[in-house]
């Protein structure tokens, strides 16, 4: 078992001998141990949780205890302790906590079981891409300030580049800070609208959801010149480039087609180098078509669940239904795009009994080629209060055993984090 951790009203991290760390999945809590548990990846973030007391678990009494304050220093209050993982590994299992009465929203996180072994922290995490695209290590600062600069060079009016300047120094974006280090992928976005609403929009929260929005809505909409400059730009500095529509400080791309459907087009009339990817809520099947006829490659549907009722509680689609959704990927996969879906993934409902199944079911009736494991960033309590109350949901067989599940009966289904070039994904 490894040791438990735990917060002072300060934030100072503390780990407390007697008492192991415990991982939650919706209703389950397991003690964490060095087999359900990897060292902290490199770039993770750890975090205290106020208005919550940790669940941990006495090795002694061999039971679970909730804290309300420090047991070596009583009356002083202690906070569970969460971790923001890096890129590339799938939590298995969600910080263990209780709300108080008054708790609010938490941001918009994902907020991981994390304890302490032999002078290191460890994570309840699975490894599902060991590409080094959002490696932090190999994104020096030094060098996107001065890609910054070479690019305002480069192309000096050109609004979407001064935007991704934000992206990369001011919300500390990967895919931003990709461009201007010439690295992997490149962000394109363009929408400023939705049709969607999801519960953990990321760009876009109402006034009273009493949720801070990560980064915000890109205010303008650029031109299929900007676009494709900045897409040429990235496609002609890097071998298997990516250049992505669809971005965390965006709408819906596909309600952007009047400018994405024309740069698309410039795109490859200048190139076939590069894969032109679209990251997606896949609401919209006719415009998607017009895409894919001027030369987008890839798509990637985000969806947390593929259960209708699941899937609508959390995305509240408005201008759309789940059917279009499912056309959408049916058409793309009828031409020969490479389609991956983005899987939201939060233990304790992702692999409960019910949503296997019906992922199974999906699998076998729309052989998309690839999973993209993505962590959930919302409160996890909320988050299963809302599932419960639109499901029925047995007890969660751990996402460990889902992911090996999923690759029993679909052997030639890829895992990852990131969207791949066509090199790669034999586009
Ligand atoms: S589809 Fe994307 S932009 Fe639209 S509400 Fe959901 S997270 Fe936000």
């Not at 929203?105 to 695209?133: M, N």
């Not at 992911?403 to 890829?414: E, G, Q, V």
Request: net charge neutral; proline share 7%.
């Amino acid at each position: 078992m490894i040791t438990a951790l735990v917060a002072n009203a300060k934030g100072e991290i503390f780990e407390l001998e007697e008492y192991a760390a415990v991982g939650r999945a919706g209703t389950a809590v397991v003690p964490l141990t060095t087999q359900n548990t990897l060292p902290m990846p490199y770039g993770g973030e750890l975090m205290f949780l106020p208005d919550r007391r940790p669940v941990l678990y006495h090795i002694g009494r061999k039971h679970f205890e909730m804290l309300d304050e420090n047991p070596y220093s009583p009356g002083e209050p202690v906070f569970p302790v969460a971790a923001f993982n890096s890129p590339g590994y799938a939590v298995s299992y969600l910080s263990a906590y209780e709300e108080n009465h008054d708790a609010g929203f938490l941001p918009l996180f994902c907020y991981g079981a994390v304890g302490w072994h032999k002078g290191k922290f460890r994570t309840a995490t699975i490894l599902v891409d060991s590409e080094q695209r959002q490696d932090l290590r190999l994104m020096k600062q030094e060098k996107i300030v001065a890609g910054v600069a070479r690019m305002r060079k480069k192309m000096p009016s050109n609004r979407l580049r001064e935007h991704l300047e934000k992206c990369a120094l001011t919300y500390g974006c990967p895919a931003g800070k990709n461009f201007f280090l010439s690295r992997y992928e490149a962000p394109l976005p363009t929408s400023r609208v939705c049709n969607a609403n999801c519960l953990g929009c990321i760009s876009f929260q109402p006034k009273d959801s009493g949720i801070p929005n990560t980064q915000d809505r890109i205010t303008f909409t650029p031109s299929p010149e900007e676009i494709s400059e900045v897409a040429l730009e990235h496609i002609r500095s890097v071998k298997q480039s990516v250049v992505s529509f669809g971005q965390g400080c965006e709408g819906e791309p596909l309600l952007a087609s009047a400018v994405t459907e024309p740069a698309i087009a410039r795109i490859r009339a200048a190139t076939d180098a590069g894969t032109v990817n679209m990251n997606t809520n896949g609401s919209r099947p006719d415009l998607l078509e017009k895409l894919f006829d001027a030369g987008l490659d890839s798509i990637r549907v985000s969806m947390n669940s593929v259960r209708q009722e699941c899937y609508e509680a959390y995305f509240r689609p408005g201008a759309y239904v789940f059917s279009d959704v499912i056309r959408s990927i049916d058409m793309a996969i009828q031409r020969g795009k490479f389609v991956s879906v983005n899987y939201l993934n939060c233990p304790g409902f992702t692999d409960t009994p019910e949503e296997a199944n019906a992922l199974l079911a999906f699998l076998k009736a729309h052989p998309i080629r690839m999973i993209q494991w993505r962590n959930l960033n919302f409160d996890p309590v909320r988050y299963w209060n809302v599932m419960g109350g639109v499901a029925e949901h047995g007890k969660p067989m751990g996402m460990v055993n889902l992911l090996k599940l999923i690759r029993n009966m679909f052997p030639n289904l890829k895992y990852g984090y990131f969207n791949p070039p066509k090199e790669r994904a034999g586009i």
